[in-house]
């Protein structure tokens, strides 16, 4: 059996029929085949696929497509606009935040939720608000001072 | 996962309708602890019912020194509410350690509390504060409520609409996490209420339980003190892979003084 499951992702109504037990990150992959969104561990703990569901960080490994219905879902590529790279994508390029890229996505995405909720985060409040992030190049030092900066680009 | 069937129904009678009329229907709100367990496929549900789409399970309010909050309130709403930091700082600061920030943006109070997980944080605040779970079939106090290892006093098909706290003189909570699952390897929640001093304690054993001999020493002086010399019972504390019984036994003493401590302020 199949369901029809419309989700409007990075701005663009899309309708696919899937099975229920279709995870978001599936939908997003695999039928939308948006694979900016990585799965590093699938049990919700590494948060490589982290994406905005109508503005809020979610772990796309540990929602059912269907629970998105209707939802607003902002994924790494809708990030940037007319070509320009968001000011949290622009900061992770500037101070070098990754080293293999694997948890980019997620971490750019947490942390573009996180500058939203502390526009002016200080570092103890950037290595608390990014515990469900795992970097396993243990490049955390660069990460944070990019999400530092990043929220400031964006507060402009 | 294994397949399910999937339905999002509007009303709580259509909920609790369609749960009757599958062969083996389960309720999801969140799914942050029910994802993970179809994932594992430790369980195969005929239905999935998505309780999040009914409107009066959702809702925050405080008055006449009740919170009240609704059954698919997200952990993160708790944690950011400005009426529930207010009443009872506790339970918003417990609601801010569960999981990391994007399990709290999909997790739900009602249905953290109704899995009763030995090791999850809200069983203390809801079993401390003395709160009241309201039902679509009727109100259950919380020293009824928590019945065993994720086991609770609902029936089939019954649904938690909304979770009533009594605000408190004072609360603290601690919680001594698992670094790797975030879980309460011990949390102890801890109120003077008007009915006296409760001291819940979570992760510790296989269900949340009262410490009785805490919750006495407290009513007599509430300082972190009072609490020197107090044994828990190594026996009845989980014993896994995570910590012994005697670890955990020890933790108890030590987490609840800085529950003390933090409703001291």
Partial sequence: MTISVTINVNGQPETRDVEPRTLLVQFLREHLQLTGTHVGCDTSQCGACVVHVDGKSVKACTILAAQAQGAKVTTIEGLAQDGKLHPMQEAFREHHALQCGFCTPGMIMSAVDLAQRHPNPNEETVRHELEGNLCRCTGYHNIVKAVMAGAQAMRG | ?265
């Fill in chain 2, 1 to 265: 996962m294994y397949a399910f069937n999937y339905h999002r129904p509007k009303s709580l009678a259509d909920a609790a309708k369609l749960l009757g009329d599958a062969s083996d229907g389960k309720f999801i709100a969140g799914g942050q602890t029910l994802l993970p367990t179809l994932k594992n496929r430790l369980a195969s549900p005929s239905d999935l019912v998505d309780l999040t789409g009914i409107a009066e399970l959702s809702g925050i309010s405080v008055s006449g020194g009740i919170v009240s909050i609704g059954a698919i309130t997200k952990h993160g709403a708790v944690a950011t509410s400005a009426d529930i930091r207010k009443a009872i700082p506790a339970l918003a600061n417990l609601a801010g350690l569960i999981g990391d920030p994007a399990v709290r943006n999909m997790g739900t109070m009602g249905g953290s509390v109704a899995n009763n997980d030995p090791a999850a944080d809200y069983p203390s605040a809801v079993l401390g504060l003395n709160a009241t779970m309201h039902t679509t079939k009727r109100k259950i106090a919380a020293d009824s409520f928590f019945t065993g290892l994720f086991e609770t006093a609902l029936e089939e098909s019954e649904i938690i609409t909304r979770i009533e706290f009594p605000v408190p003189k004072r609360a603290g909570y601690e919680k001594f996490r698992n670094p790797a699952s975030r879980y309460a390897m011990v949390g102890v929640f801890v109120a003077e209420t008007a009915d006296g001093v409760r001291v819940a304690v979570t992760g510790a054993g296989p269900c949340v339980f009262r410490h009785k001999e805490m919750e006495a020493a407290l009513s007599k002086s509430f300082s972190p003190d009072a609490l020197k010399g107090i044994r828990t019972d190594p026996a009845r504390m989980n014993n896994d892979i995570h910590g012994s019984g005697e670890y955990r036994a020890h933790l108890v003493g030590v987490v609840a003084k800085r529950a003390v401590q933090n409703a001291l302020g």
